[in-house]
């Protein structure tokens, strides 16, 4: 058995993936130059949609960095045998999906060289402000629990460190959370229930990209995934998808009760255009229930099926981040309630979002970064999932 | 070792050829020393800057002799009532000799608010 | 050079120079700007109370007025900054229509400055809420926080911006209640050019002062005043 995740017989593989991936990043770079040297009125984004496409690529692989460690967690942490051996890809790949969000949400700030500004002045009621050490200390933390996994002196550190990470990225997907539930502005927001949706739907999305990723690998190395395993992580996902179903459900039920958002979920999920699209056949048809189909159906589930699902998931997560963030910020502001509003500034009307070539171009390179360090990731070390042969 | 030595001995060509070439030609404007001398100046500017602009933004301090706005109203070319207009305007000459970016101007006018406010009525 | 050369050339060159200061004035004319040395004090709450009832649907005069004095476009594509608008609103109702200026409201708990990662956008002393652009990093979260779309960003490059009102491409403005004049003693610019006295301004916790005897006499409300922000404007007549 090779000890490199990416067995040198495909080498040719590694140079052609490291070769697309540096190109996706560099297009990503172009796109950063263009919007810092002619400013943001190359993109879509306005003083009404204030954050854009970016912003839905970012907070995707935010979310799934953290959700990612999940895996890792139910073995460290929880004790399950069959999770224990997928702990380091997972630690590797949350690495690699927060530097991709980062990349992108820092190359799209309207000043991006006062990045140094932002670690120095600090604002304890921001949690812009917390993401930096929440986000640095990921990093760290992370670095330091696959020192645990993959030296063998520090095995007994395991469970210890893997407790620590688990609790942080929990911290962390709440502060991704808490971005939106400390708005009170509008109404798409200042939800308490946002912070647990987010963290439920991280169990999920970084499930479903753990899953593709394993899956290339496994096919690099000729290998089969055992059905036993495949069918309890394939099952997790399910419960996953059904979790975050029942807590956006729950979400916009809560809403509609409410007389006063009744309008914004009307337009959210009926009058929108775009944005009920998106909702019922993007995030729910395909990204949800679908996958649930070719998860928990018996004549399906094998890993073709579950490989589409969490393909999916991802669609489907994309999906929702558009209509959450876009379709929040593309309702006018409730500044009189009773009365119909007009004005110069777009006051009372719904502000209409055309994602610009740029904006995709910086979201793509996010992804493009979180691939590149993936693939020198497994090339360099053992990621593949050493599991004990069944008795 | 002697490639070391080499190589530390053609780091300094560019150094000698940039000590040949002449200091950078500043227009002053109306010039004079107001705050503190010439040489403190170029040594501190840049602190005093950093310092006084929150006392008067964030504290509302104005005080006359260290507005920039009242630099800018001395210091500006005669010509052109710009500090960062040409090469070798006040504020521009030394910064470019020293390849230090200038970022107060992408948000502050370097121009003397009086031949601003002169040429706007006149549009 | 020796020391003693060295102090001598200073020397000629300061009284140089200082004769130089000292004749140039009656030479060319240059207006140097006079501000107070007393930093914003708490003791003062500046605020504005506008009149509905007086403020006329189609009058932009307070919007062209703030456009003049700081230095805007006065473009109302969605991307121009807009620091004070008119809005029309109409009761759903009863169609009873009304017509009012809104700007930054001035809140004493402003979710901007709760959410401002790097403290750019800050309150003073004096109650006035204002964006530090030496500090913003452009983020635009406060934008996402605020309820009243007060503030706008700056979505290219800017050129000859008004030496009063500094404004940069990246960075997020708001309106700033005519900062640079209050601190010397006037009042905004669009509070001076409403020929319709619609808009009264001054000082909040100056008993004697017209604001704070006509907000105690008559009825004025907060929009949005169910979130508690307590802002410094306050709107008659809705």
Same mark, same amino acid.
């Given at each position: ?91 590797? %790949?949350? +690495?690699?999906? =927060? $530097?991709?969000?980062?990349? !992108?949400?820092?190359?799209? @700030? ?126 997790? %996902?399910? +419960?996953?998808? =059904? $979790?975050?179903?029942?807590? !956006?459900?729950?979400?916009? @039920? ?126 360099? %070390? ?10 | ?123 | ?238």
């Amino acid at each position: 058995m090779s000890s490199y995740t990416l067995p040198k017989s495909r080498s040719p593989l590694y140079y052609i993936l490291l070769a697309l991936g540096a190109l996706v990043v560099s297009i990503g770079l172009y796109a950063m130059q263009q919007m810092e040297h002619h400013g943001h009125i190359i993109t879509g984004m306005n003083n009404q949609i204030v954050w854009g496409m970016p912003h839905v690529f970012a907070i995707f692989l935010i979310v799934a960095a953290s959700g990612v460690l999940n895996i890792a967690a139910i073995g460290s942490v929880f004790g399950q045998t069959v999770y224990k051996p997928r702990a380091p890809l997972a630690g590797m %790949l949350s +690495i690699a999906m =927060l $530097a991709g969000g980062l990349f !992108v949400l820092m190359l799209d @700030l309207g000043r991006p060289d006062r990045i140094i500004v932002a670690a120095t002045n600090f604002n304890p009621t921001s949690v812009f402000a917390w993401n930096l050490p929440l986000y640095s200390g990921l990093f760290t933390l992370v670095a330091l629990y696959m020192w645990t996994l993959l030296e063998k002196r520090m095995n007994c550190w395991i469970k210890p460190v893997g407790l620590v990470v688990f609790t942080w990225r929990i911290l962390l997907t709440t502060g991704t959370g808490l971005i939106f539930a400390f708005l009170v502005a509008r109404q798409a927001y200042g939800s308490a229930l946002l912070p647990p949706m987010f963290i439920v739907m991280s169990f999920g999305w970084g499930m479903a990209v753990f899953f593709l990723v394993q899956a290339a690998i496994y096919k690099w190395n000729d290998m089969d995934e055992d059905s036993v395993i495949l069918n309890r992580m394939k099952n997790l %996902l399910g +419960i996953f998808v =059904l $979790a975050s179903l029942f807590l !956006v459900a729950i979400y916009h @039920l809560t809403n509609l009760y409410f007389a006063k958002q009744t309008e914004f979920e009307h337009f959210i999920l009926r009058d929108g255009g775009i944005y009920p699209v998106l909702f019922w056949g993007g995030y729910v048809m395909l990204g949800s229930l679908l996958p649930l189909l070719l998860i928990f159906h018996s004549s399906l589930g094998k890993i073709k099926c579950v490989v589409a699902a969490s393909m999916l998931v991802i669609l489907g997560s994309f999906a929702l981040l558009y209509v959450f963030i876009l379709g929040g910020q593309s309702f006018p502001l409730s500044i009189f309630p009773g009365f119909e509003v007009s004005s110069s500034f777009g006051d009372g009307a719904i502000t209409h979002y055309h994602s610009s070539v740029w904006e995709v171009m910086l979201g793509m390179g996010g992804l493009g970064v979180a691939f590149i360090i993936t693939v020198i990731g497994i090339r360099v %070390l053992d990621f593949v999932p050493h599991d004990l042969p069944n008795k | 070792m002697k490639r070391l030595v080499l190589l530390l001995l053609c780091l300094c060509v560019p150094e000698l050829w940039a000590a040949e070439s002449s200091l950078p030609k500043i227009d002053i404007g109306k010039g004079g020393e107001c705050v503190k001398d010439t040489q403190w100046m170029r040594k501190n500017h840049m602190h005093l800057l950093k310092h006084q602009r929150d006392e008067t933004l964030r504290k509302g301090i104005r005080d006359d002799q260290i507005s920039l706005k009242n630099c800018i109203e001395c210091h500006a070319s005669v010509k052109d009532d710009s500090v960062i207009a040409r090469n070798d305007s006040f504020c521009v000459a030394c910064h470019k000799y020293e390849a230090v970016k200038l970022d107060c101007f992408e948000c502050h006018s370097g121009k003397r608010k009086s031949a601003w406010l002169q040429q706007r009525n006149e549009k | 050079m020796s020391d003693m050369n060295m102090d001598r050339r200073n020397f000629l060159k300061t009284s140089v120079g200082a004769a130089a200061v000292a004749i140039a004035p009656g030479m060319l004319l240059f207006q140097v700007a006079h501000g107070s040395t007393a930093a914003a004090s708490s003791k003062v709450r500046w605020g504005m109370l506008i009149d509905t009832a007086l403020c006329k649907p189609g009058c932009n005069d307070c919007v062209t007025a703030c456009n003049k004095e700081n230095g805007l476009s006065g473009g109302t594509a969605a991307t121009d900054s807009q620091w004070i608008r008119k809005i029309e609103i109409k009761d759903i109702n009863s169609g009873r229509p009304v017509s009012l200026p809104m700007m930054c409201q001035h809140c004493e708990n402003p979710p901007c400055v709760d959410v401002c990662p790097t403290n750019a956008s800050f309150k003073r002393a004096d109650g006035i809420v204002l964006v530090d652009k030496h500090r913003c990093i452009g983020c635009r979260y406060c934008m996402m926080a605020c309820p009243y779309k007060a503030r706008s960003f700056v979505h290219e490059p800017l050129s000859d911006q008004h030496p009063d009102v500094p404004r940069g491409k990246g960075t997020v403005e708001s309106c700033t209640l005519c900062v640079h004049r209050i601190d010397q003693g006037g009042k905004p610019a669009c509070a001076e050019a409403c020929t319709n006295h619609v808009i009264l301004f001054g000082d909040l916790n100056d008993p004697s002062s017209e604001i704070a005897q006509k907000v105690h006499s008559v009825s004025s409300t907060q929009l949005r005043a169910d979130l508690k922000l307590n802002t410094g404007v306050r709107y008659q007549g809705l």
